[in-house]
């Protein structure tokens, strides 16, 4: 069953064509890689299918909703069932941990002051943060520490999907790799779906379910890594060799 759809979606954003009929489904229990080179509008498509940017044309379905025809109440309703980690993780700067967590359960949700606290110790506990971490700023936390706080944010509202922009960027590798272990683990666990925009080919070997290729603002490549990886496109065959070949030196 596909939770997310993308059908033809067209985008043009000051003047240049971003998107040029992009395709693509997320099916339930899925984590799909979305990649592509600098400019190829990954975090944009990202955005049009949380209802953050509007499309040029075309449409996306998402939890079986036309995103761009709900009324306003509408898509609030459907932002209740999905999660999104930010690049960098976007926490707000002001707030404590639990605080941040809180913020979307009291957009949302009016939950008496003790279930509230249980939400926000769960989620911290599923991030793999101690609980410790609740009272501290984004300041007093590393990279790793700070991205983990984001996950436990998007995952307040028990979202049935996750939306991930470049959630491993900015790590060492090892903090990378235990990032992608708990998110794997955390969608296995509570049956989300994922879909997440990366640069990193150790995240697509090691937990995605398959990778969608954007280029020339189209999806030109969409199935298991290896098999894309063995795609005779010129941008596919650079990117893949390229990575290996960093992997190789590092």
């Not at 993780?89 to 939950?111: C, D, M, Y």
């Amino acid at each position: 069953m596909s939770v997310l759809e993308v059908d033809g979606v067209y985008t043009q954003l000051a003047g240049q064509l971003l998107h040029d009929g992009v395709n693509f489904r997320v099916n339930k229990g899925e984590v799909v890689a979305l990649i592509g080179g600098s400019g190829t509008g990954k975090t944009v498509l990202l955005r049009e299918c949380v209802g953050l940017l509007r499309t040029s044309g075309g449409s996306i379905r998402l939890l079986g909703e036309d995103i761009w025809s709900l009324s306003p109440q509408a898509l609030n309703q459907v932002r209740q069932r999905f999660g999104m980690l930010f690049q960098e993780g976007a926490l707000f700067s002001s707030l404590t941990v639990a605080e941040n967590i809180a913020a979307p359960l009291r957009e949302h949700l009016k939950l008496p002051a003790s279930l509230q606290n249980e939400v926000i110790a769960l989620n911290i506990r599923l991030a793999g943060l101690p609980l410790d971490a609740a009272a501290k700023r984004p300041s007093e936390l590393s990279g790793g520490m700070k991205k983990r706080a984001a996950l436990a944010r998007a995952l307040a509202l028990q979202p049935e999907m996750l939306f991930l922009d470049e959630p491993t960027s900015g790590l060492d590798p090892i903090s990378a790799r235990e990032f992608d272990r708990l998110l794997r683990t955390l969608c296995d666990s509570l049956g989300l779906t994922a879909l997440l925009t990366t640069h990193d080919l150790d995240t697509l070997w090691g937990m995605v379910d398959r990778v969608v290729v954007l280029h020339g603002g189209k999806v030109i490549a969409d199935g298991p890594v290896a098999d894309v990886a063995k795609v005779d496109h010129p941008w596919i065959q650079s990117y893949f060799s390229a990575q290996a070949l960093s992997r190789g030196t590092s």
